[in-house]
């Protein structure tokens, strides 16, 4: 005689477990400790939250000619709004704003191109990573077809900030592929280069390695020939880049099963085959977000060029702010390009842990 | 091997069209410069040689006070992000998510060009207690060591021991009876004990000399310039932000079943930290802490920029400059990086042989 | 609870239940999770719950010993309550041992030291005394001869005998095993099932969650049913197996014995 079970009903949380007040009291003053953080916090709180509204906000400027015209406990955001072009361009002509603003959005629709199910993807990524340079630097710099030939000296602000970025990470990612290759390959001499090339610029300070090329790279060269020093400087960048790229793949590469490696041989394949064909696809899927951070360290290392005088973001700030009309709107400038960098910065970094949860999952055998 | 060959003979040739001399004689001559910030005695007329000594007195000393600094910073924001307090786990990820993203360079122009700068000038020194902070620099002051003082240290040393012996007695004694004293705290307390009463036997041998407003300036006391400063607080700051996210990501890695089956045995949660988790995170967390120590050390050398006079500014920046020598006084910065690079490699590779896990 | 109290309470329940669960009722934010259990358990007993996963088994056992906290009702072990205040807390949680499904042995600790690190420390035992009762414990699981390894180096079925050897080391008065073989390969279930058997038969008050219904028809005095958060049916062996009450309860054995 089998009895039929008749569920009980699901209730809800009793009234003091759940809800705003019981939320407070598990999180905020569970144990007299945690009260006494609670309130220090708050405390903190109290001293840095209102001075920094009234001093961004409320008694902030936002029109002027010079920092004569800002109030005095307030920001100036005068500076930055009469400024703003030369943060963005650095010291570009302005009638010539058109070809770099041309140049992004080219860039943007390429990319966008992406999404686009009709288009050919290996077409694509071969025009944008060879058509693509060639065009974007004829636009920049011009000297021909009409265009008027603006030195490289001149670019500078978070165009030259992104500039030297972008190429920096893509120069230095075949670069790093090939270093890393070299780095496992069973020649004695090609891996003892690899090496001694990555570990040298690993255990020193990017400074040093642009200071090497801003001021050595002359010295090799016969008289009279001398590279450009943006170019100098970005050889720097893609070499120390390079290095870290590397290591990040070559975690990658290590990270694949022998079996893949194997397999590869069995089928006949050679060397350059497998590696393109089998190995490498999975090497540098497991490793994006590896090579999402080096992007994001170099990206916070182009600050540096600073120091061997090219104008950059923060460049084009400490050249404003200590011009005699905006003498004493250093924090303006920091807030300003430190928000920016941030925002570049934090995305990135955000995108980055999204890849890697997804790859997580994709990876997760149990 | 054509190529080296063509590269080296340009080489020759431009070095010799520009008078550059080759070799590392430099560092016998005259240096010419002075130098702000020296820990040894310094003065124009000293070599190359002592300007390089001095220099990497000055980033040894900032480095290691940065790597100290960070890193006790660094663990307290990292356990902050765990806490179960709401508050302080959002108001330490804000600190980590803001220092981590934003250029080094930038935080120590900002210490430097807007805080430090903004300090009033001597005459208006802000005053805590017997420490004057101004924008030439913050005075504190000065310890001078009198007769007495080396009975004090070693008063220290007695202290050391001391709590060394009495760690040694609780650990036998808890073996035999399984009873346990808190020895780690107590020989803290014997530390700080021996050595005041060392300090009160011989009299207090230590005066000090008080920074003051004389005419212009400050005199006496001790001075921390203000780059020094700047690139102390930017380097400790910004390394920090990434040492706190080890720390939660190594303590995060130990498995929550080890703590349920270390509380399922009747340990109080302080023993549970201690014994079980801790260990099991330092592990994971060493590796990743030695190679921030080395980015902060190899970040130093952005001080060049505000001209704190540490290695690559001496050497790489006015040296390379006066003598036109740039290859070996490069040569030399990166010699000096590299070692240490090397010697903390070492290091790691012995913590982590020692540290792993016996398996199958 | 003064220490004479808590002494004169666990004098009487002697006699009585060893736990009781008063319309127990937990939630994980807004989800029912174990609805109004009403169960004792008398010393000695062996109880073996079993159910379909997500029905509150092991959440149910984990209340015991405080890894998981209730919302509502109360349980009592040992006439003790188990409830917000540490000095309870504790104590308990020194009478109670658990065997987890995943063992959770100490990877940085030798078995050795995984057994003694709680008398040491919580029981205030000197160390020799505590490697002797370990190495007792050892080879009664007949593992003796690997307590120098390290948990990295053993199966799956020596680390859970390990684990069972840790948690009898702190002399409990109950034994919880949460899924004990159910991280197992099959070969190694059996040599778990031994011990527990043993244990059983030694009279340790048990309470199992399960799915190896072999062990509760062998060992346990009563099986519990489980079912979305609250017990359906729980009753012999004998009876429970071969006549039970409910559909749900004939359902979940239907499947779980036919293959």
């Not at chain 1, 590696?275 to 994006?288: T, Y």
């Not at chain 2, 400790?236 to 080890?246: K, P």
């Amino acid at each position: 005689m089998t009895k039929i079970f008749k569920a009980s009903p699901s209730l809800p949380p009793p009234v003091n477990s759940v809800g705003p007040v019981a939320w407070i009291r598990q999180n905020l003053v569970s144990t007299p400790f945690n009260t006494a953080l609670t309130l220090i916090s708050l405390y903190i709180l109290y001293l840095l939250v209102p001075p920094v509204i009234s001093w961004a906000i409320i008694n902030a400027t936002w029109d002027g000619e010079s920092k004569a015209d800002c109030t005095a406990g307030g920001a100036c955001w005068a500076f930055i709004r009469v400024r703003f072009d030369q943060f963005m361009y650095g010291r570009y002509p302005l009638e010539e704003y058109w070809r770099i603003n041309l140049g992004c959005i080219l860039l943007i629709v390429l990319i966008g191109m992406y999404a686009i199910k009709v288009v050919n993807k290996t077409i694509l990524t071969t025009f944008i990573l060879i058509a693509y340079p060639v065009i974007a630097y004829l636009l920049f710099a011009g000297g021909l077809l009409g265009l008027e030939q603006v030195e490289t000296e001149l670019w500078g602000g978070l165009f030259l900030t992104v500039l030297l970025g972008i190429i920096g990470i893509i120069a230095s990612f075949p670069l790093g592929v090939l270093l890393a290759l070299g780095r496992r390959s069973n020649m004695p001499i090609v891996k003892s280069v690899c090496i001694i090339f990555i570990e040298t610029i690993r255990a020193v300070p990017l400074i040093t390695i642009l200071f090497m090329a801003s001021v050595m790279i002359p010295l090799f060269l016969p008289d009279g020939l001398n590279f450009n020093k943006m170019l100098r400087v970005l050889i720097g960048i893609t070499l120390f880049s390079a290095a870290y790229m590397a290591e990040v793949i070559r975690g990658g590469l290590q990270a694949i099963p022998k079996g893949q490696y194997e397999a590869a041989d069995a089928m006949g394949l050679t060397y350059w085959q497998s590696m393109l064909l089998v190995i490498l696809p999975q090497a540098l899927k497991l490793v994006i977000p590896g090579i999402v951070n080096t992007f994001i360290a170099l990206f916070k290392d182009t600050t540096l060029v600073y120091i061997v005088g090219m104008f950059d973001l923060l460049g084009m700030i400490q050249l404003a702010s200590h011009s005699p009309k905006w003498l004493g709107t250093t924090i303006e400038g920091y807030a300003f390009s430190g928000f920016l960098y941030w925002i570049i910065c934090f995305s990135m970094s955000r995108y980055s842990m999204t890849v890697e949860r997804k790859l997580e999952t994709g990876h997760k055998r149990n | 091997m054509f190529v080296g060959y063509y590269l080296f003979s340009n080489l020759q040739a431009n070095l010799d069209k520009q008078g550059i001399a080759t070799g590392f004689g430099f560092l016998n001559q005259p240096a010419g410069f002075p130098i702000l910030i020296h820990l040894i005695e310094y003065t124009e007329a000293n070599t190359y040689g002592r300007a390089f000594v001095v220099a990497l007195i000055n980033t040894f000393v900032i480095s290691l006070l940065g790597i100290v600094l960070a890193t006790i910073i660094g663990v307290i924001m990292g356990l902050a992000r765990l806490s179960n307090n709401w508050l302080i786990a959002r108001l330490a990820t804000v600190y980590v998510e803001t220092l981590r993203n934003i250029p080094l360079l930038l935080q120590m122009f900002f210490w430097y060009f807007a805080v430090l700068s903004a300090l009033p000038g001597p005459k208006n020194s802000i005053i805590f207690g017997d420490f004057l902070m101004n924008n030439r620099g913050i005075y504190s002051p000065n310890p001078q060591f009198q007769n007495g003082f080396g009975f004090v240290v070693f008063g220290f040393f007695v202290g050391v021991a001391a709590a060394i012996a009495l760690i040694v007695w609780a650990k036998r004694r808890q073996t035999r009876t399984g009873i346990w004293f808190p020895a780690y705290w107590a020989s803290l307390g014997t530390i700080v004990a021996i050595t005041f009463l060392s300090l009160v036997l011989s009299g207090f041998p230590v005066e000090f000399d008080l920074p003051e407003l004389g005419r212009f300036n400050i005199v006496g006391g001790m001075v921390l310039t203000p780059e020094f400063v700047a690139v102390l607080i930017a380097l400790s700051t910004y390394t920090s932000s990434f040492i706190a996210e080890i720390v939660r990501a190594g303590i995060q890695s130990v498995n929550w079943g080890q703590t349920e089956a270390s509380r399922s045995l009747g340990l109080p949660d302080g023993l549970t930290q201690r014994l079980i988790v801790l260990p099991q995170a330092l592990r994971v967390i060493i590796p990743p802490l030695t190679s921030q120590f080395l980015n902060l050390a190899k970040n130093s050398s952005l001080g060049a920029a505000i001209a704190y006079p540490e290695l690559v500014s001496v050497v790489m920046g006015t040296t390379s400059g006066q003598t036109g020598q740039s290859i070996e006084t490069i040569g030399l910065c990166m010699l000096v990086y590299g070692s240490l690079s090397l010697t903390i490699s070492l290091f790691m590779n012995w913590y982590n042989k020692k540290m792993s896990l016996t398996e199958r | 609870m003064t220490e004479q109290n808590m002494a004169l309470a666990q004098l009487e329940a002697g006699e009585k239940a060893t736990i009781e669960f008063n319309d127990v009722n937990k939630w994980y934010g807004d989800f029912h999770v174990l609805k109004n259990i009403n169960f004792s358990i008398k010393k000695g007993e062996r109880i073996v719950v079993c159910g379909p996963s997500g029905s509150g088994k092991s959440t149910m056992i984990r209340c015991v010993n405080r890894l998981e906290e209730h919302q509502k009702g109360s349980i009592m072990v040992d006439g003790i309550e188990m409830n917000d205040n540490l000095k309870n807390i504790e104590a308990i949680r020194k009478d109670v041992g658990m065997v987890f499904q995943h063992f959770n042995l100490f990877p940085h600790l030798t078995i050795l030291e995984n057994l003694t690190l709680a008398p040491i420390w919580v029981r205030k035992m000197p160390k020799k005394e505590a490697e002797e009762m370990a190495m007792h414990y050892l080879e009664r699981v007949k593992i003796a001869n690997q307590a120098a390894k390290f948990p990295g180096q053993l199966s799956g079925g020596q680390q859970q005998r390990v684990a069972i050897a840790r948690g009898l080391c702190m002399k409990p008065r109950i034994m919880l095993f949460d899924e004990p073989t159910s991280a197992l390969d099959p070969e190694m279930i059996k040599e778990v099932l031994d011990v527990m058997i043993q244990l059983a038969e030694e009279g340790m008050t048990m309470i199992c969650v399960t799915h190896e219904m072999g062990f509760a028809k062998t060992v346990a005095d009563r099986v519990v049913f489980m079912d979305a958060g609250e017990i359906v049916e729980a009753n012999e062996p004998h009876k429970f197996f071969d006549d039970p009450q409910h559909d749900r309860t004939q359902l979940f054995l239907s499947q779980i014995l036919n293959h």
